[in-house]
């Protein structure tokens, strides 16, 4: 029997799920699609999505540690960076920025300590196809910056 794995859903860990939903739902724009606790008092598991990028968020201890970092390629990175930056949400005011790996990229840090990378894959200049492997140029030095 072949496996065939079908999709990753990351787990990012949660400690308020109004400064959650907050953050994913009305700065990044995404939905909710269920949630669930075992009763009131409970912590609740929820899944969220846009477009394809499902992700769960949960308040359980056991589930993940916070501060995790999600890698998400993707398409239309600029629309998605003037979006959520219009939108001014409070805490947060991502740049945008080019990678050493020939991407664009916008992370952003939710109030719990994860982070999403966004990216989009950039055409390489002909100029950069060119060069040689060994070429130290074609490597941008790490700028201290987030996306790297």
Request: charge should be negative.
């Amino acid at each position: 029997m072949t496996s065939t794995f079908l999709t990753t859903i990351p787990i990012m860990r949660i400690f308020d799920v109004v400064k959650a939903k907050d953050f994913y739902v009305r700065f990044l724009g995404f939905a909710v699609d269920w949630e669930h606790r075992f009763d009131n008092g409970s912590p609740v598991y929820l899944q969220i999505s846009k477009g394809d990028l499902i992700l769960h968020l949960s308040e359980h201890h056991g589930d993940c540690c916070p501060g995790s970092t999600v890698f998400v390629w993707m398409k239309g990175i600029e629309d998605f960076h003037e979006t959520i930056t219009s939108r001014g949400y409070g805490y947060m005011r991502p740049g945008i920025e080019r990678t050493f790996y020939n991407s664009i990229c916008v992370e952003v840090t939710d109030p719990f300590g994860n982070r999403i990378r966004f990216n989009e894959v950039q055409r390489k200049e002909p100029e950069e196809t060119e060069q040689s492997a060994d070429d130290s140029d074609s490597v941008a030095e790490d700028s201290g910056t987030a996306c790297h």
